[in-house]
């Protein structure tokens, strides 16, 4: 067997409402629903899911709890245009730019919170 990308993660939230709004105004994510009334997020090829805490939709891992997620997300906007939207959204950046090492390449990335203190990385790739 041989993996060949993520469709879609899965995130534990306290407020799926909040947690649409941040994601769309602040990463241009695009809201869906599918399965009823469930909610994702939808960005290039890749969704997230979104279950309520307490509400997990079963099978699920063993310690679903907001605010556990560490993701990097890669954008193609450069860093600047990145950091004065995040500015204008008043999100506040905990660290960053700093360069770290991605999946296929070095990155620079900023850090910042969604609302439910995960920590979400914004990173471009750096071609060397």
Known sequence: MKIT???HLVLTVEDID??????SRVLG??????AGERMGLSFGAQKINLHNAGGEIK?????PVPGSTDICFITETPMP???RHLASCEVNILAGPLQRQ??????????ILDPDSNLIEIANRINE
């Open 81 to 83: 245009l990145v950091m």
């Open 5 to 7: 990308c993520i469709d």
């Open 29 to 34: 994510m695009v809201p869906i629903s599918f």
């Open 102 to 111: 991605g999946a296929v390449g070095p990155l620079l990335s900023i850090y």
């Open 18 to 23: 909040a947690t649409v709004a941040f994601y």
């Open 59 to 63: 099978p699920h891992c063993k310690n």
